[in-house]
């Protein structure tokens, strides 16, 4: 059950999770401002698409792993310290992003630096919006998250295309120094919690780091260094060990044993490296195929984004007029739907393709926001920061995975065969083909999403515990 805290409590809280919207905001907007701009690094700094795919991963990375970081010593510390120290750390690193042109390593430290500082921003709010409000407002606010995501790439997209164009792309990294004013009111809205002694994972948290860093490295390489997949997989059996011994393992490996939580992740993990992949190559598309500039794909980026922006702030209503496992259902037709436009029409009139990055960003949108409400019913009740903490690591693994994975097949010539593309263009083959990969592993998280959530979980009101514990059994 949730505490019951007075309004006032409440009503503070809120402006608090309003101002760490806008860190979600300059994350997701220096995110996309990368993914747009790719075709000009490597142009830049003279490296190949593979290797220019680090810049995205290598952020993501960072991010993901302290992601659980920070939900971990969530539990040990008080949450309004690591978001005040974390929203210190932000503006700081921001400025660093002035040197960030100055070598192809530079810009990958400023990365990870970034990740980094962002993390607790981020990751926290779930935790405080789950434990300060009812389900439907927590609810609501991870729509508004959905909403915000759309609206920052919708700015990183069209402010990325225009500073590339006309300015430096270094600029754009300066922004979110102005989040140095959310201070005052974290310092004084969040209520103040006493630590908790605990014990933290760091052989945990590097074996987890290596497992996933080796495994992008292997792909960024195009397969061509077996050594680096036979060392992540070295690291994963040593973490799954070490995690089943440990008391309060980094990777809460026990918490797998729930029943559904492993497949539910695994749609988690095949959902979200489609969207990275997708973003990757989409830029790739638009110049090769269509010869297009920045400034032009950064527009349509737009358009499409503040589509799905509008439906993210009507995400309350509508699943409270379909439902949670509904909403996740009609994301997914949404995804697949967008992902077979580009696939059979790559070549043809480039109105499709944007069409259907249209249609792509609205289905996740309803994803995101019916999927996490499914799957914290899943999660025991004193397990919720640890079944975050997975869920995040896992999102942001397949966010900084996928982006690899899709460079690893690019230029490749077994993807030059058409297999669904019917247009005469040549250079449109491996695309649709990378949209067919996509398409089908949307469709498998789909029906693994069916089987794990039945249509009991659509209406029910989960904050009841004996609702929970009927689905659950």
Known sequence: MVQQYSKEVQKGVWKVLIWLLLFEFFQVFGNNVFNLITPKLTTEFGVSPSTVSLVISSGLLAYGIFTVVFTILADMVSIRILVL?????????????????????????????????????????????????????????????????????????LLGGYITEHLEWKYALVIPVITIFSLPTIYKKLPKEASKKGDFDYVGAFLVTAFVTL???????????????????????????????????????????????????????????????????????????????????????????IAAFIVGMFSGQIIKAIGYRNMVLTGGTLIFAGLASVAFFAGFSVAAIFIGMGIFNIGYVLFFSGYLSNYTQLLPQNQHGAGIGIEKLVFQSALSIGTAFMAMFYNQPFMMKKIVDFSGDPKSAQFSNMSLMLLAMIAIATFIFVKVFSKEYNRMTFDKPETLEKVTR
């Open 85 to 157: 120290y974390s929203s210190i750390a932000v503006p700081l690193v921001s400025l660093l992003g002035l040197f960030a042109d100055h070598s192809f390593t530079v810009l990958i430290v400023f990365r990870i630096l970034s990740g980094i500082a962002m993390a607790a921003p981020i990751a926290l709010p779930i935790i405080i919006a789950i434990k300060y409000f009812d389900k439907l407002t927590a609810v609501k606010y991870f729509g508004y998250t959905s909403a915000i995501y759309q609206l920052a790439s919708a700015c990183g997209h």
């Open 215 to 305: 495994l992008i490295m292997f792909m960024t390489f195009k397969m061509q260094h077996p050594m680096l997949l036979i060392s992540a997989l070295i690291c994963l059996a040593v973490l799954i060990i070490y995690s089943l011994k440990k008391d309060n393992p980094f990777l809460n490996i026990k918490l797998f044993k729930v029943k559904g939580i492993a497949l539910s992740l695994i749609v988690c993990a095949l959902f979200y490296l489609t969207q990275s992949a997708f973003y990757f190559i989409f830029p790739f598309i638009i110049t090769d195929i269509y010869g297009m500039p920045l400034t032009i794909i950064g527009v349509f980026y737009t358009i499409t984004n």
